[in-house]
T-cell receptor
Framework: DARVTQTPRHKVTEMGQEVTMRCQPI?????VFWYRQTMMQGLELLAY????????DSGMPKDRFSAEMPDATLATLKIQPSEPRDSAVYFC????????????FGPGTRLTVL | AQSVTQPDIHITVSEGASLELRCNYS??????LFWYVQSPGQGLQLLLK??????LVQGIKGFEAEFKRSQSSFNLRKPSVHWSDAAEYFC????????????FGRGTSLIVHP
């Protein structure tokens, strides 16, 4: 049963520290999405990759967030420096490049910045 | 750009009762439409999707949704709710062509009373 994996599942850190979240998309999927979920804002799209190339990161605070895909099996989302307002659940999802295709979500990383 | 509205933040139903969750979208043509469910502490899972053809779509777990172009709606229904259906439900709309980045609604929280 193929699924998206995310690590770590939980992360507690102090303000100013660097945070790295990792995602392994489903093998064969060529699109990867990063979302942030909070009570106040709901589900926000942060970044979108297709064939490892970033196509849309307009939802991401550029000064502190960065997203990469070093290879087809790994996507990373980094926050440096982290701030308390970054506390949220971060989801990775993967899919195929078709408008009808399903997004398969990982279990999320719950980030708490103190 | 497309948008989606879920008018109900919370819905409370009794177990065994019928359910309808509302979703309205804004898009210039026929969109792709999705319903996802998020159980506590989990990522989102696809319930069903519409992209063409029969406007009544059957999904997993006994859910169905009907696309009504005249009302710009894609409401989710279930004839008899089970306690395990308590979760957050998200409607999403995707544009045909282009970069295909779906837009998610704010979600509706379903509470099931025994």
């Amino acid at each position: 049963d193929a699924r998206v994996t995310q690590t770590p599942r939980h992360k507690v850190t102090e303000m100013g520290q660097e945070v790295t979240m990792r995602c392994q998309p489903i093998l064969g999927h060529n699109t990867v999405f990063w979302y942030r979920q909070t009570m106040m804002q709901g589900l926000e799209l942060l970044a979108y990759f297709r064939n490892r190339a970033p196509l849309d990161d307009s939802g991401m605070p550029k000064d502190r967030f960065s997203a990469e895909m070093p290879d087809a099996t790994l996507a990373t989302l980094k926050i440096q420096p982290s701030e308390p307002r970054d506390s949220a659940v971060y989801f990775c999802a993967s899919g195929l490049e078709r408008g009808t295709d399903t997004q398969y979500f990982g279990p999320g990383t719950r980030l708490t910045v103190l | 750009a497309q948008s989606v509205t879920q008018p109900d933040i919370h819905i409370t139903v009794s177990e065994g009762a019928s359910l309808e969750l509302r979703c309205n979208y804004s898009y210039g043509a026929t969109p792709y439409l999705f319903w996802y469910v998020q159980s506590p502490g989990q990522g989102l899972q696809l319930l069903l999707k519409y992209f063409s053809g029969d406007t009544l779509v059957q999904g997993i777990k006994g859910f169905e949704a009907e696309f009504k172009r005249s009302q710009s709606s894609f409401n989710l229904r279930k004839p008899s709710v089970h306690w395990s259906d308590a979760a957050e439900y998200f409607c999403a709309v995707g544009a045909r062509g282009g970069s295909y980045i779906p837009t998610f609604g704010r979600g509706t929280s379903l509470i099931v009373h025994p």
